[in-house]
Structures are given as C-alpha cells and as structure tokens.
C-alpha cells in the first residue's frame, strides 16, 4: 500500500488565501519565504560543520591507533586518548542522529520537494560554412581527379534520379557529394551527352546539376556546411511558390542552352584540331602544305603538275620569267610537290615524297629515262629545281 502522508504536511509561502486584514499579505508571504530560507542555510552550515569535524575524528584516530602499533610513546595515555577520541566520535554520531529526524520532520517546500534526476540541454547548431581554400589550379585539378576515382560511380547515380525525394535520400546517405566536385562534374557530363547528340539524357543531367548548385548557392547565402541544406532545399523546391518555380526552370533553360553553346564550340574546336593536325602530317620538307602550294600555282604549271608530264613543265618554266619560276618552284619543293634528283633517293624516301606530294594534288619525278629522253632533245633545264633556275 502507497503511505501518502508524507504529502500532507508541505510547506508553501503563499499557500494561505486568508490572512488577518491589518496584515500586508505579500509582505507576510516574502517573510515566510526569507524564514525558510535562512532556515535552510543554518541547516546546511550544521552539515558542513559536521562533516568537518567527523573527518577531524577519523584522523585523529587513526595517528592514535597507529602510534600504539608502533609503541610510540606511553601506551596508556595512548589508549586513553583512544577512548576519548572514541567517545567524541559517539557524541557526534548521536547529534547526527538527531539532526537526521529532525530533517525528516521538517515540512517540505518547493526547494526539496524534489530533485532533477538528471540535468542535459542539447542545442543543435548548425555547421559553420567551410573557409574557402585558396588553392592553385593544378592542386584544384588533382583534388578534382581524386575526388572523380573515388565517387564518380555515386556521382552517375545522383545525376540518372528523377525524382526529388529521391535525390534527397541519395544526397543524405553520400553526404560527400555535397561540394562543388559534383557540381563540376555533372557540368563536364552535360558538355559531353550534348556532343554525343543525346539532348533529352542531357536534359536531365543539367536539371540536376541546377540542383546541386542550388544547394551550394543556399548554404553560402546561409553561411552553413551544404550538407545541412540538402534537406530544406528539396523541401521548398517541392512547395515553393509559382515565382520561384519559375526562376528554377528559367535557370535550367539558361543552363542548357550554355551547354549547348560550349558542345558547339567544343566540336568546332575538336575539328579544328583534327585538321591541323592533318595538315601538320602532309607538311612538306619546307613546312609548306603542299595543297596550298599546288593551289597557288599558275593554271599551266597546275596542269603540268596534273598531268605529270615533264617535258611541259620544262617548257612552262622555260617561258616563265626567271624570279617568277625560282619563286614556284622553291615552294614546290619546300611543299614536297617537286623532288629534285628523285632518282638519287633510295625507295622507301621516293614512296613518302609522292605520297605527300599526290595529298597536294601532283607530282613529277624525273627517273633515269626521263633523263635520257631529255639529254636527247637538248632542253633548256636538264633538270628542274631551284638550282638551275638562275
């Protein structure tokens, strides 16, 4: 059975409604109050005074029991020194007693009526926003590819969701890729779908990248880590008001034509740079493209060109006048279109120089029978090169 009279004698200030009318009621309940408390404060300076002297005893006992275990000094003073201490630790014993039951009659108040079996106030605060790093390109560049080879997988898997609520799951169990890592991927990502012509996969990517960099824009508008956006933001994206709706797909549509724009460029670049490098490969000996070269010509060495026919390139040359000709055929050389003494270079050289002189247009080499037909019609140039055209 529950003993409930310990709750029938408890002591309040202003627990009395009627007081005697010639007494000022608040002022009667402030001194009741102060009286409690200083009653309280004198019974805990007792307490305090009380164990003081308990610790007193005990120490002064024990240097008494251990100065008669060791003989030091007269033996009876010592145990008569004993059996006071011991009394006077009786005597504190009893008053002990006493001031326990009279504690336990004490009325209870607001102060002891209880206690806090325990005390903790937790305040959720937050992370700060991480200090911008001031990092130069190339340590930017090897965090971004370490940051790839360890969450490029996850960083796919993010950019294929479609749906918001299950962006924010995947965002809070890989809290990771909340950085601007993520964001440039997904950037490089969209450039790359785009020049593969898959526009509606790009779509997507680019819609989620806005997402990201959405939460990136927040957290530094808030001055908090972005991982502690991730959810408020696609709580407001899917509940915010038409305004802001319509400011998320007007960047999104912003987005994507950007990326379009850089695939264009990108593919012209791309092409560009397949063409140079073409054009570097079938460079002459003189660092001429023989294409251009053979573009250049007059229409009668085109033809000689063409045709390669030897004895009217002679014949063209010879009417053409001096500076005119040096100047078209050092070209030709220099562009590989006219290998001079052709029949002096061994094989495999002979097979490259026409090789790079028909990506040109055409070439004319003079063999050894060619030689002998011209040594027999005495023509001007024996010979057509730079040299002999003086």
């Not at 408890?10 to 005697?20: A, N, Y």
């Not at 593919?267 to 660092?287: C, F």
């Not at 002679?314 to 001079?340: E, F, N």
């Amino acid at each position: 059975m529950v003993d409930y009279s310990k709750w029938k004698n408890i002591e309040i200030s202003d627990d009395e409604d009627d007081t005697h009318p010639n007494i000022d009621t608040p002022s009667l309940f402030r001194w009741r109050h102060q009286a409690r408390v200083e009653r309280m404060e004198e019974m805990d300076k007792e307490k305090e005074a009380m164990k003081k002297k308990r610790q007193s005893i005990q120490a002064r006992l024990l240097g008494v029991k251990e100065r008669i275990s060791k003989k030091d000094g007269d033996e009876a003073a010592l145990k008569k020194e004993l059996e006071k201490i011991e009394n006077e630790g009786k005597e504190l014993d009893r008053v002990e007693n006493d001031m326990l039951k009279k504690e336990k009659k004490t009325p209870w108040n607001v102060d002891t009526i209880s206690k806090p079996g325990f005390e903790k106030t937790v305040i959720n605060k937050k992370a700060g926003r991480k200090p911008d790093e001031n990092l130069s390109e190339e340590q930017r560049e090897q965090r971004m590819k370490q940051f790839v080879k360890e969450n490029e997988k996850l960083c796919k898997q993010y950019g294929m969701l479609r749906k918001y609520d299950d962006s924010k799951r995947f965002l809070q169990e890989h809290l990771q890729l909340v950085c601007d890592e993520t964001a440039n991927y997904l950037v490089i990502w969209s450039i790359n779908l785009e020049m593969e012509e898959k526009h509606d996969l790009m779509a997507h990517v680019a819609h989620q990248c806005i997402c990201m960099q959405y939460i990136l824009e927040l957290a530094k508008q808030l001055d908090v880590d972005p991982r502690a956006c991730v959810s408020s933001f696609f709580s407001k994206i899917q509940s915010c008001l038409p305004e802001y709706r319509q400011q998320f797909e007007s960047e999104i549509k912003g987005f994507k034509e950007r990326i379009q724009k850089r695939a264009q460029e990108k593919i012209q670049e791309a092409l560009a740079q397949a063409e140079e490098e073409e054009r570097q490969e079938r460079m002459g000996p003189g660092g001429l493209d023989p294409a251009d070269v053979f573009e250049s010509l007059p229409d009668e060495l085109k033809a000689c060109f063409e045709s390669r026919d030897i004895e009217l390139l002679q014949k063209t040359i010879a009417a053409m006048p001096v500076d005119v000709a040096k100047h078209h055929m050092k070209r030709c050389v220099d562009s590989g279109l006219w290998v001079p003494n052709a029949a002096d270079m061994p094989q495999a050289d002979k097979a490259e120089a026409a090789a790079t002189a028909d990506e040109g247009g055409a070439s004319v080499e003079k063999t050894d029978d060619a030689k002998s037909e011209s040594a027999k019609e005495e023509p001007i140039y024996t010979g057509v090169s730079t040299e002999d055209v003086d």
